[in-house]
């Protein structure tokens, strides 16, 4: 199950990468086109999407690896017990703000595909497919916290706390700024 759930993360991870290098495809061909006096139909609204679906295909992995925006002024304060449910409470608390954003995301996209939504921009994309982004990198992200908050009521150190002790005894505290 490890391997599976680590892959998902890098899967996920690997598209956002995709992403993120389609979205520097779409402005080198802005560019070289823009040199012949010729347009990209719908650059705009696709380095939107990309952008979109980079964000959100990225947050498991970068959650795994202790790299998302945490406040742990009160968690990095208490004792090994107190911090243990306290990491679980907030684990749990995650789950079910992602899990509501998981939910909400996917009747856009449902909602979108049943009126036939189409972009109003040059192209007329269809709506629910770039949408779609959303409840697949948030539904990862919620897999990620599960998986994070069984660990923690196993008794494990989460993942993300390893990933930042890790880089901080080799000298890296680029991701503590």
Request: proline share 3%.
């Amino acid at each position: 199950m490890r391997r599976a759930l680590d892959a998902l993360y890098s899967a996920s991870a690997g598209l956002a990468a995709l992403s993120l290098f389609s979205i520097f495809l779409v402005m080198m061909a802005q560019v070289a086109l823009r040199e012949t006096n010729r347009q990209f139909p719908g650059a705009d609204d696709l380095s939107a999407y990309l952008c979109v679906a980079t964000t959100f295909f990225a947050l498991g992995a970068t959650f795994k690896r202790g790299e998302l925006i945490r406040v742990g002024m009160v968690l990095d304060r208490l004792g090994p017990g107190a911090r243990r449910v306290m990491e679980m409470i907030v684990l749990a608390m995650a789950a079910v703000l992602v899990g509501y954003v998981v939910f909400w995301t996917a009747q856009d996209v449902m909602f979108s595909w049943e009126i036939e939504e189409v972009a109003q921009g040059t192209v007329p994309f269809q709506l629910w497919i770039p949408k779609l982004a959303m409840p697949l990198g948030s539904g990862i992200l919620l897999i990620a916290i599960i998986d994070e908050l069984v660990a923690v009521v196993r008794g494990a150190i989460p993942s993300y706390v390893r990933a930042a002790e890790e880089r901080a005894a080799a000298g890296d505290f680029s991701a503590e700024v």
